[in-house]
């Protein structure tokens, strides 16, 4: 069965150092794979999806995750981080058309 | 454009008690619908999802059931509430393609007490 592992549950930052977010995933399957974003009482926003094609994915609000199959992983990357970016951050990945499966989420705290 | 409802925004709820929580999705047909809980620092647990109208699949035994009585419209019950209940529940949407993401409401955050 696909799993999605993210192994640092809080990363903190100061403002406009870059920042990665771990994700390592685990299919037997061809997957597709998902970054999602949460501020505080809301719901999921998507940050980034790779379907196929290029292993090097732009998302919004400046982020980008790499693909590496060797490795299976799709970690999520910012070069400068600001204050709004705190949130929880989420990889998913998705095998077929009928559920996507969550990590346990990272909380992003981004200090001045 | 599509868009999601989910409602209350929050709940507070005594033990024991019924629960009722109601997500609609508009401007799509057929979707994928699913019921989502998130405890806190336990990310996003799968409770249920439905394929059509009457199509329901759980994810974990629990004391929660799902219904989806029309093509848009999914509910999450209970009939009688456990603290261990408490937690924020999100709704959420996809399309029947392989490659999909799923769009989600706002969430409810359920207090049992």
């Known amino acids: 069965a696909q799993s999605v592992t993210q192994l640092d549950s809080q990363v903190p930052v100061f403002e406009e150092a870059p920042v990665e977010l771990r994700c390592n995933y685990s299919s037997s399957v061809s997957v597709y794979l998902f970054w999602y974003v949460q501020y505080p009482n809301q719901g999921l926003q998507l940050l980034l999806k790779y379907l196929s094609g290029s292993t090097l994915v732009k998302g919004i609000n400046g982020f980008e995750a790499e693909f590496n199959k060797s490795q299976t992983s799709f970690h999520l990357r910012k070069p400068s981080v600001h204050i709004s970016d705190t949130a929880e951050y989420f990889c998913a990945v998705s095998v077929g058309f009928q559920k996507l499966v969550f990590g346990t989420g990272t909380r992003l705290l981004v200090s001045p | 454009s599509q868009t999601i409802h989910q409602w209350p925004a929050t709940l507070v709820q005594p033990v024991g008690s019924p629960l009722s929580l109601e997500c609609t999705v508009e401007g799509t047909s057929n979707p994928n619908l699913y019921w989502y809980r998130q405890a806190a620092g336990r990310g996003l647990q799968l409770l249920f999802y439905?394929?059509?109208?009457?199509?329901i699949s759980s994810e974990v035994p629990q004391n929660l059931s799902a219904s989806r009585p029309q093509d848009r419209q999914f509910i999450l019950s209970s009939k009688k509430l456990l603290l261990s209940d408490s937690g924020f529940y999100l709704c959420?949407?996809?399309?029947?393609?392989?490659?999909?993401?799923?769009?989600f409401g706002q969430g409810t955050r359920l207090t049992v007490v």
């Open positions: 959420a949407w996809s399309l029947k393609t392989m490659n999909t993401e799923a769009f």
């Open positions: 439905s394929v059509g109208i009457g199509q």
